[in-house]
């Protein structure tokens, strides 16, 4: 009943933003028209959709092991209580399959950030969205020149993207850090970075950064 209630409120929480999406975004008598003033628009959303999308994935694999432990931690203890007849000895393994499981979900949960992932996105995702929507609606410091204001808006887009990668690029160096000490950068043949060791590439449909 609790979930069936929790579902309605979500549901009706993302048609309110649906809707309001739509009402920033509506063609008007000030919107914005020109080519490059779209393109800046198409690609600011582009970024939105997939933090957005990156933060409901995290989120979804925090609860899912975190099920997976507390369920599995339930059924791990009733099966080391419950007696297995001398008969079934042979399948006696079977009652180390939780306990197995438990263990594998939680050290995903403590070497991968999913839960720290998706507010971190979804607050990447809100920052974007709050620019859009000031430069949609020409609030300041959109409210100039057309070309003025898009130079600022995608000036500012690619900023916030930025600090973000720039941010990914130095939890991976810390964490390479950390594990191995300090050491100099590996170069390849062509005297480029490694590919691991290269900042995480800007957000494009289908290649999140890592986790």
Same mark, same amino acid.
Request: charged share 25%; with cysteine; aromatic share 10%.
């Given at each position: 009943?609790?979930?069936?209630f929790?579902?309605d409120?979500?549901?009706?929480?993302?048609?309110?933003?649906e809707?309001?999406?739509?009402?920033?975004l509506a063609?008007?008598?000030?919107?914005?028209?020109s080519d490059?003033?779209?393109k800046?628009i198409?690609?600011?959303q582009?970024?939105?959709f997939?933090y957005e999308?990156?933060?409901?994935q995290?989120?979804?694999r925090w609860?899912?092991?975190?099920?997976?432990v507390?369920?599995?931690g339930?059924?791990?203890t009733l099966?080391g209580?419950?007696?297995?007849p001398?008969?079934?000895?042979?399948?006696?393994?079977?009652?180390s399959?939780?306990?197995?499981?438990?263990?594998i *979900?939680?050290g995903f949960?403590? %070497?991968?950030?999913? $839960? =720290?992932?998706? /507010?971190?996105?979804?607050?990447?995702?809100?920052a +974007?969205w709050?620019e859009?929507a000031?430069y949609e609606?020409?609030a300041?410091?959109?409210n100039k020149d057309?070309?003025?204001d898009?130079?600022?808006?995608?000036?500012?887009?690619?900023?916030?993207v930025e *600090?973000?990668?720039?941010?990914? %690029?130095?939890?991976? $160096? =810390?964490g390479? /850090?950390?594990?191995?000490?300090?050491?100099?950068p +590996?170069?390849?043949?062509?005297?480029?970075?490694?590919?691991?060791?290269?900042?995480?590439p800007?957000p494009?449909?289908?290649?999140?950064?890592?986790?």
């Amino acid at each position: 009943m609790f979930g069936f209630f929790g579902g309605d409120r979500a549901k009706k929480a993302q048609q309110r933003e649906e809707a309001l999406e739509a009402l920033v975004l509506a063609q008007g008598e000030n919107s914005r028209s020109s080519d490059e003033a779209k393109k800046a628009i198409a690609y600011c959303q582009l970024c939105i959709f997939e933090y957005e999308r990156w933060s409901k994935q995290s989120q979804t694999r925090w609860e899912l092991l975190q099920g997976v432990v507390v369920i599995g931690g339930v059924v791990a203890t009733l099966a080391g209580a419950i007696s297995i007849p001398q008969a079934w000895d042979s399948l006696a393994w079977i009652r180390s399959l939780p306990a197995a499981t438990v263990t594998i *979900a939680a050290g995903f949960l403590s %070497s991968f950030s999913y $839960r =720290e992932n998706a /507010v971190r996105y979804e607050l990447a995702a809100v920052a +974007l969205w709050n620019e859009l929507a000031r430069y949609e609606t020409r609030a300041a410091p959109y409210n100039k020149d057309e070309a003025e204001d898009t130079s600022a808006f995608l000036n500012t887009v690619c900023r916030l993207v930025e *600090a973000e990668l720039h941010n990914w %690029s130095v939890l991976v $160096r =810390e964490g390479r /850090v950390d594990e191995n000490g300090p050491k100099a950068p +590996l170069r390849s043949r062509s005297g480029g970075a490694r590919a691991s060791q290269r900042t995480p590439p800007p957000p494009t449909p289908g290649s999140p950064p890592p986790q």
